[in-house]
């Protein structure tokens, strides 16, 4: 079975590894498939991509929904262009989790820029997962480094937990806010603050520069009180419009200081460590939740473990004791 696919493997990660556009989408799509084959196939171009050195950088967009963050994009892209770099972008797909946004709409929405032949777009579905990372995402991204691209950028919609997903997978992570946003520094934002490494306020054009600036001097207020991600960046605050271009350039300039910092201190290749030890975990992870929850034993105890622990017959911890035993019993 496995030489059958063979011939394949080789032309994809030939295909991935001469930048081949239609030859990325197609292992991305293998990453998402749930189907076994696909997986093993997968995680066998991944293994070749990963021999291949890249010294690209990866970003993290998150934000609440509607924050401007595919806009944003469009504009950044446009402007690492300018600098003659390339850029993927993998848009992560909320609807599955909220009712906006939709994989059409970011598409729609980065027009400009995926008719740039130095961009490459791709919209992820969530596959159920806060936020949208998985360690998926990570497998997309490490694919599209192997594709060559100098940049590489994540969007994802700020939703608490995930943003710590993200962070184990890129280096950089900018949040997005809208202006007069500030209050919600109070409540759950205030852990994707804690791993922010740069804030953008969003939509400051028009009528919205007055609330901006309050928003701006809240924020670094904000940011003063909490622990230094890295010792060597203290984040700032910049405040940005996608429709006027204003602050872009700015931003894209205080990711290039991040990188010449964190390089200068040896702190990117500690990174690079970290994430490849977090991949390592989140996809066992992965492979034990799926072996567990297909093998048969399982499927057959689940029924009445569950039935138990609903009528309190048994304890959900003597309940997940006894479907474990169930698994382990035929190992
Ligand atoms: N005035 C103004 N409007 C903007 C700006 N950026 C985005 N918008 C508008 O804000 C709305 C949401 O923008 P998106 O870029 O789709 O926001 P998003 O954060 O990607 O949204 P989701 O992916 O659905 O979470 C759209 O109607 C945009 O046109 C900006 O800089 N200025
Ligand atoms: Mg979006």
């Known amino acids: 079975m496995t030489r059958h696919y063979e011939p394949d493997i080789e032309s994809i990660v030939s295909g991935i590894m001469h930048g081949n556009r239609h030859t990325l989408s197609r292992a991305i799509t293998l990453i998402e498939s749930q189907r076994p084959e696909h997986q093993r196939q997968a995680h066998e ?147 994707i603050m804690e791993i922010a490494d740069a804030v953008a306020i969003t939509k400051t054009d028009g009528d919205q520069s007055g609330i901006a600036a309050i928003s701006k001097a809240e924020f670094e207020a904000g940011l003063r009180m909490l622990p230094a991600k890295h010792p060597c960046w203290q984040p700032k605050v910049l405040l940005t419009s996608a429709l006027t271009g204003i602050g872009i350039e700015d931003v894209w300039q205080n990711i290039a200081e991040f990188f010449t910092a964190m390089r200068e201190h040896n702190l990117l290749q500690v990174r690079r460590s970290k994430q490849l030890n977090h991949l390592l975990y989140a996809v066992l992870e992965e492979m034990l939740k799926k072996e567990f929850f297909t093998h048969p034993d399982v499927i057959s105890a689940r029924a009445i473990v569950e039935r138990q622990v609903l009528s309190g017959e048994l304890s959900p911890f003597s309940g997940a004791s006894r479907l474990m035993e169930a698994f382990t019993h035929c190992q």
């Open 45 to 191: 171009i991944l293994d070749r991509c990963l021999a291949k050195k890249s010294n690209a950088i990866r970003i993290g967009i998150t934000g609440s929904p509607g924050a401007g963050k595919s806009t944003f994009i469009e504009a950044l892209g446009e402007e690492i262009i300018r600098q003659g770099l390339t850029l993927a972008v993998l848009a992560i797909d909320p609807s599955s989790q909220q009712s906006r946004g939709s994989i059409l709409g970011d598409k729609a929405r980065m027009e400009k820029l995926s008719g740039r032949k130095e961009a490459f777009i791709r919209p992820t579905a969530s596959s159920g997962y806060l936020g949208g990372t998985s360690p998926k995402t990570h497998e997309a991204i490490v694919l599209c480094e192997t594709a060559g691209y100098d940049v590489i950028l994540v969007e994802t919609v700020g939703v608490g937990q995930s943003e710590v997903a993200v962070d184990s997978m890129v280096d950089f992570i900018l949040l997005l806010m809208l202006p007069g946003s500030g209050d919600e520094l109070q409540g759950i934002k205030r852990g």
